[in-house]
């Protein structure tokens, strides 16, 4: 034990072991007294040391590739195009709470008209598509914009004429709210000497001002027809031949289209508007259905010619089902036994 007299000094001294060892340490304490002549000297600890004996904490963690929580599924473009097999994307499984669908709508994808439609005339035309709806291994999508590729816009700009411009918001009949830009270049008139074609700024006014008519008018039907319109270029046609009379118009296009609103829609009826599939047996019985429930108790369901999947198929049938819960707490009892039988 040490005595209970004042330490005069504290010697710290620290053994090094070989690389690679922990190395050990020991206080050594050299006390005198004013009793004692000489000094004495006690070992207070000696030992490794344990701070350097743990590691790190949690150590290494294990490396997982990624992709191997990863699935594909398929890219449906809608309806009015030709090939509605756009392409794969990928997206992490369904796990725990986490569904791997909600990681996929919502995805804003790009794809060139000339895949879609198999016409490489129209290869300067991006179409933008935004999944809606997810059934199986199949993305639903959706239209969701269009622009010019930027080489074609450039290849149109030129020296020696006027570029006119004009931009306009608009609501299709469905609830969509577009925006429009629509871009037009005067030319030479037959027999023009000049080597220039100017507008002057009242014709440029005028121009646009039938650009703002003729954009409005084409645009008051559903999104599907205005897309049928804006990708062989039938407005930028129609403005071209109807400002002919005031100046000469060359190029007229709809170089971009920017969805800015999009109504609130219920699953089904968006379902039933992107995609579709040939008639089958079981949408012909569904039509019966509809038919003898319409008729034998006033039941108005309102079916497509065509129906996507099955999911869909299971959903009516619950539709109908639960009308017929309704009916039945309406005691009509009677008219359930009937229907049940047939």
């Known amino acids: 034990q040490v005595h209970a007299t004042p330490v005069v000094g504290v010697l710290w001294h620290r053994r090094k072991r070989k690389q690679g060892a922990a190395s050990s340490s020991s206080f050594i304490v050299s006390c005198s007294s004013s009793v004692s002549?000489?000094?004495?000297?006690?070992?207070?600890?000696?030992?490794k040391n344990k701070k350097l004996m743990k590691g790190k904490k949690g150590?290494?963690?294990?490396?997982i590739d990624p992709f191997t929580r990863k699935e594909w599924y398929d890219i449906k473009a809608p309806n009015v195009f030709k090939n509605r097999q756009v392409g794969k994307t990928l997206v992490t499984r369904t796990i725990g709470t986490k569904l791997a669908s909600a990681g996929l709508k919502g995805r804003v994808l790009e794809a060139c008209v000339a895949d879609l439609n198999s016409d490489e005339e129209?290869?300067?035309?991006?179409?933008?598509?935004?999944?809606?709806?997810?059934?199986?291994?199949?993305?639903?999508?959706?239209?969701?914009?269009?622009?010019?590729?930027?080489?074609?816009?450039?290849?149109?700009?030129?020296?020696?004429?006027?570029?006119?411009?004009?931009?306009?918001?608009?609501k299709t009949t469905d609830g969509y709210v577009l925006r429009l830009f629509c871009i037009g270049?005067?030319?030479k008139r037959n027999n023009q000497v000049k080597s220039t074609s100017y507008a002057q700024t009242a014709q440029i006014r005028r121009i646009r001002r039938r650009m703002f008519g003729i954009m409005a008018r084409e645009s008051q039907c559903e999104l599907k027809d205005?897309?049928?319109?804006?990708?062989?270029?039938?407005?930028?046609?129609?403005?071209?031949?109807?400002?002919?009379?005031?100046?000469?118009l060359k190029d007229v296009y709809i170089r971009k289209v920017k969805v800015i609103k999009t109504p609130k829609f219920d699953r089904t009826s968006r379902v039933?508007?992107?995609?579709?599939?040939?008639?089958s047996r079981c949408v012909a019985c569904c039509h019966v259905l509809a038919f003898f429930l319409s008729s034998h108790m006033a039941v108005a369901v309102r079916l497509s010619s065509r129906v996507p999947s099955f999911r869909d198929m299971a959903f009516l049938t619950r539709c109908v089902a639960a009308k017929l819960m309704e009916m039945h707490s309406e005691s009509r009892h009677d008219a359930g036994k009937k229907v049940a039988r047939q």
Not at 37 to 47: E, K, L
């Open 37 to 47: 002549s000489r000094p004495s000297t006690f070992i207070m600890a000696v030992g």
């Open 272 to 279: 039933f508007t992107l995609s579709a599939v040939p008639m």
């Open 59 to 63: 150590g290494k963690k294990k490396i």
């Open 122 to 170: 129209q290869a300067f035309l991006q179409i933008r598509l935004r999944v809606e709806d997810v059934q199986g291994k199949h993305c639903l999508t959706n239209f969701h914009g269009m622009r010019l590729s930027t080489d074609k816009v450039k290849g149109l700009v030129r020296k020696w004429q006027s570029l006119i411009e004009a931009t306009m918001d608009v």
């Open 226 to 248: 205005l897309v049928t319109k804006l990708v062989p270029n039938t407005i930028g046609k129609k403005i071209e031949k109807r400002c002919t009379g005031i100046y000469p």
């Open 185 to 187: 270049f005067t030319k």
